[in-house]
């Protein structure tokens, strides 16, 4: 087992004291520091900011933000609105950008593909075949990789687009909700296709590696809490979870492996933590501060699970004695209880200067031994 792959254990069984792994949720800033003149073409972030090497290796064909479509959508321009232009994307989403600009801002979804029964079965349905023969061939070219690893101990993360976030691609985050009232049958149909083909995609990965980690791109939660009752989840998308689970440890039960399930949603987290337990939930993050979220706090009170996240990156833009303040509250803590990975609790942005990242960088790397 390499470094990195150890450290990284380390974290996920929750050993007090372990040092932390160094990496980063993303950036939003990294082409303003290269204006600046802090970045340069060529240069290596990883040793830049201290970061780890990779300790995982991530199966991503089952979608994250985005539905698995295999054939996708075709990503073409549908009207020309001056300033802005309405595009279809790959998901089948009717999307408003800026003329010319489409990544850095929040984009306008005009409308989603599933709209009733006829175009969730006409337009939608067929494009989540597990028998899709790209499917496979996409997946035998990364084999070679993923074997060696797995035989470096790496942990095998299998990133799958949680319900939620698969539901509102498909329909739209305000029609969602309608639909669970009023379309109920569409919502269990819609999650049996995913079930099928998350299960069957695994299933072809486990005959090569064994699973360590189940990943869900979920955000399912807001500024108070989740953007559904916790019993529309445990009646939508729990039940089709747990059959998932059940069925990837069924295919690896003789190593005794175990599989961490993890779900990243960002908003007010805790009251659905409890939900996600009952599944068997390891691993959360990021714990997004302006929602209310403390890591300090739901350390405390839910000691058996690793953290990832919950550095303010609002904070980050401010003095380095607030820097220092704010660090100072969470990391020695935090390092005590073990089971913790700090990162920004999403991506750092444009209003963080370079001397501030690396300060806040250097805090960080006080714990790495």
Request: glycine share 8%.
């Amino acid at each position: 087992m390499n470094e990195s792959a150890r450290k990284l254990r380390a974290i996920y069984e929750r050993k007090p004291y372990a040092p932390f792994f160094q990496k980063e949720f993303g950036f939003f800033t990294l082409e303003k520091w290269k204006k600046e003149g802090y970045i340069t073409d060529g240069i290596d972030l990883n040793e830049l900011f201290g970061f780890d090497p990779p300790g995982n290796y991530n199966l991503s064909q089952l979608g994250w933000t985005g539905a698995p479509f295999e054939p996708q959508f075709e990503n073409k321009i549908i009207e020309d609105r001056g300033d802005y232009e309405l595009v279809q994307d790959e998901s089948g989403r009717y999307v408003l950008f800026f003329k010319g600009k489409r990544s850095g801002f929040m984009p306008e979804y005009v409308s989603h593909p599933v709209k009733d029964w006829k175009t969730w079965t006409e337009d939608v349905k067929w494009r989540l075949d597990p028998k899709t023969p790209s499917r496979i061939v996409n997946f035998e070219k990364i084999i070679p990789e993923l074997l060696e690893a797995y035989k470096n101990g790496l942990i095998i993360t299998e990133r799958v687009i949680g319900g939620y976030m698969y539901l509102r691609c498909l329909i739209g985050p305000t029609e969602l909700l309608l639909f669970f009232y009023d379309h109920p049958d569409i919502i269990h149909d819609c999650m049996k296709k995913w079930l099928e083909l998350a299960d069957k995609i695994i299933e072809m990965h486990q005959k090569y590696v064994e699973i360590d980690e189940l990943f869900f791109g979920e955000d399912i939660c807001y500024n108070h809490g989740p953007l559904i009752s916790p019993q529309m989840i445990e009646e939508f998308l729990f039940p089709y979870y747990q059959q998932l689970i059940i069925n990837i440890k069924a295919r690896q039960s003789k190593s005794g492996r175990h599989l961490y399930f993890h779900i990243d949603t960002d908003g007010y987290v805790v009251p659905v933590i409890p939900l996600y337990k009952k599944l068997g939930m390891d691993v959360m993050s990021p714990f997004e501060v302006a929602s209310g979220c403390d890591v300090v706090r739901e350390g405390e009170m839910f000691p058996d699970i690793a953290m990832f996240g919950g550095i303010d990156k609002r904070v980050l833009a401010k003095s380095k004695d607030e820097i220092d303040r704010h660090l100072d509250r969470i990391l020695p803590v935090m390092y005590k209880r073990g089971g913790y990975i700090p990162t920004c609790d999403h991506g750092v942005p444009e209003e963080v200067s370079f001397e501030n990242y690396m300060h806040y960088r250097k805090r960080i790397l006080e714990y790495n031994r």
